[in-house]
């Protein structure tokens, strides 16, 4: 983290995470522990459905890190040998993971030198979540908990999301900036060099930096934000009481995102502030002490760092990845039926339908009860709708529409087909009848509206007739089942 806050009010998105299992911690940490909680049964299935991120490899690549700076005259600042021993590092390893890496040359910064870009080849190019960290320390130590515990966990969630191979429903993109400490000038470069297009590709951006302080908190930048909603739904798990990160604010690489009107969040754990009595009292560890009692010192080592808190933050990501970024998410399936008044026993009420369409007139039968929507069968030129605002729950495994449909004509074609029954949801087409589908009595239609899970959509029959030779659609006994 920097060490001088640039402006008053812009949130640092740093974090540190969790995880449900806890690894065992090494005799090194003295990390603060959380009160246990009795969590949900379904909120904590929802945690378990992200991996879950070894602390055991996290730890390894600060050891990486700290070997590199002890090789290299004791630091990784921006533009040294070590700061480029350590872009190797992460370079090499997501190359071999499969990753698009480009280095990108900052030519403005202090020390000029090269942010690394990382990008997960799946996903809509147009809908990106972006995950970022500096790579970089400052000259005075190794630079450990600032910021290569930042540095290794995205790099661990990387290689983990890399071996999963996930179907991905957004562009996953990792960064590891330069000249953070030197003034966010790395980051800066990055966001500046970005077109308005590029920059609205950017659906959110996470930061993190100092995840592993040994007296940390649990802090959220712009805590109370959509964006930092999956943030806050782990560590809510674990009731970890999460604050707002005031002593981040504006020190951070978020801060150019923000500014350009990318929305950010993160997870902190804090640097030199001190933790209150309060603070301690609910999170473990030493009140009116520092955070981070090594920030910006020699001591910043690999023994400067909360095995508890790195988990934590390891995790952390790793289930705001997958609820972002990857098919399936991990929202809890609420599951049930989303159609109202699916046998239309009750009026019209939720559905909007063209008059008559609800009804119980004699001429065509219900399947049950006595109601049912009919529309067409005049023989003439005539349009008719039903439609219904549905909801679908996210996180199910199956989501299907059924209806109960009877269609009878008087057309003799075997041919062609005159009169359509067209099903919608929104603007997609989900299955088409017509005269050619007549049959004696009500046969059962099931369609898979997976594709439409976690969102609100208009559920909608619209039957088109010609102009002559009747034909008839009948639907009764709709339901939307999610489970």
């Known amino acids: 983290m920097r060490g001088r806050t640039l402006s008053a009010g812009i949130a640092l998105a740093v974090f540190a995470g969790m995880t449900v299992p806890l690894a065992a911690q090494p005799a090194t940490a003295s990390p603060p522990t959380a009160t246990t909680v009795n969590r949900p049964i379904a909120?904590?299935?929802?945690?378990?459905?992200?991996?879950?991120?070894?602390?055991?490899?996290?730890?390894?690549?600060?050891t990486q890190f700290n070997a590199i700076a002890t090789s290299n005259g004791g630091n990784r600042r921006a533009g040294s040998a070590g700061y480029t021993a350590s872009l190797n590092y992460v370079k090499t390893r997501l190359q071999s993971a499969g990753y698009t890496v480009s280095e990108q040359y900052c030519s403005s910064c202090r020390y000029p030198s090269n942010n690394l870009i990382a990008?997960?080849?799946?996903?809509?190019?147009?809908?990106?979540?972006?995950?970022?960290?500096?790579?970089?320390?400052?000259?005075?130590?190794?630079?450990?908990?600032?910021?290569?515990?930042?540095?290794?966990?995205?790099?661990?969630?990387a290689l983990v999301l890399a071996a999963q191979n996930p179907t991905m429903t957004k562009r996953v993109r990792?960064?590891?900036?330069?000249?953070?400490?030197?003034?966010?000038?790395?980051?800066?470069?990055y966001v500046n060099s970005l077109s308005a297009t590029q920059r609205g590709y950017i659906k959110g951006y996470y930061n993190f930096d100092m995840v592993g302080s040994t007296n940390g908190g649990y802090f959220i930048n712009r805590v109370t934000s959509t964006t930092a909603a999956p943030l806050k739904a782990y560590w809510d798990l674990l009731g970890l009481q999460p604050?707002?990160?005031?002593?981040?604010?504006?020190?951070?690489?978020?801060?150019?995102?923000?500014?350009?009107?990318?929305?950010?969040?993160?997870?902190?754990?804090?640097?030199?502030?001190?933790?209150?009595s309060a603070q301690a009292a609910k999170w473990g560890g030493t009140a009116n002490s520092a955070y981070d009692p090594c920030y910006h010192r020699s001591c910043d080592t690999t023994a400067n760092v909360s095995a508890t808190v790195l988990n934590r933050a390891a995790d952390g990501v790793a289930y705001a990845l997958w609820q972002l970024a990857v098919g399936g998410g991990t929202p809890t399936c609420t599951g049930g039926q989303v159609v109202g008044n699916g046998g239309f026993e009750s009026g019209s009420t939720p559905w909007t339908a063209s008059s008559g369409v609800i009804t119980n007139a004699s001429g065509q039968p219900a399947r049950t009860g006595s109601y049912k929507a009919w529309l067409n069968g005049f023989g003439s030129t005539r349009t008719e709708s039903l439609s219904q605002s549905v909801t679908l729950p996210a996180g199910c495994a199956t989501y299907t529409l059924s209806f109960w449909l009877h269609i009878d004509t008087a057309e003799t074609t075997s041919s062609t087909a005159y009169d359509r029954l067209?099903?919608?949801?929104?603007?997609?087409?989900?299955?088409?009848?017509?005269?050619?589908?007549?049959?004696?009595?009500?046969?059962?239609?099931?369609?898979?509206?997976?594709?439409?899970a976690?969102?609100?959509?208009?559920?909608?029959?619209?039957?088109?007739?010609?102009?002559s030779l009747q034909t008839t659609f009948v639907i009764d006994d709709v339901t939307l089942q999610a489970s």
């Open 43 to 62: 909120a904590s299935a929802a945690a378990l459905a992200a991996p879950d991120i070894s602390i055991a490899n996290v730890q390894a690549h600060l």
């Open 174 to 189: 990792f960064a590891w900036w330069t000249d953070e400490e030197q003034g966010l000038n790395g980051s800066r470069f």
């Open 454 to 467: 976690g969102q609100t959509v208009t559920l909608r029959f619209t039957g088109t007739e010609d102009s």
């Open 119 to 157: 990008e997960w080849p799946g996903g809509p190019a147009d809908q990106v979540v972006m995950f970022g960290a500096h790579l970089d320390g400052v000259a005075a130590g190794p630079g450990i908990n600032d910021n290569a515990t930042g540095s290794s966990t995205l790099l661990e969630n």
């Open 422 to 452: 067209t099903v919608q949801a929104g603007s997609t087409t989900l299955a088409t009848y017509s005269n050619l589908n007549a049959a004696t009595g009500y046969v059962q239609r099931s369609l898979n509206v997976a594709a439409f």
């Open 243 to 276: 604050e707002e990160n005031i002593e981040g604010q504006g020190r951070s690489d978020d801060y150019y995102f923000q500014q350009a009107g990318i929305p950010t969040s993160g997870y902190a754990a804090g640097a030199s502030a001190r933790k209150t």
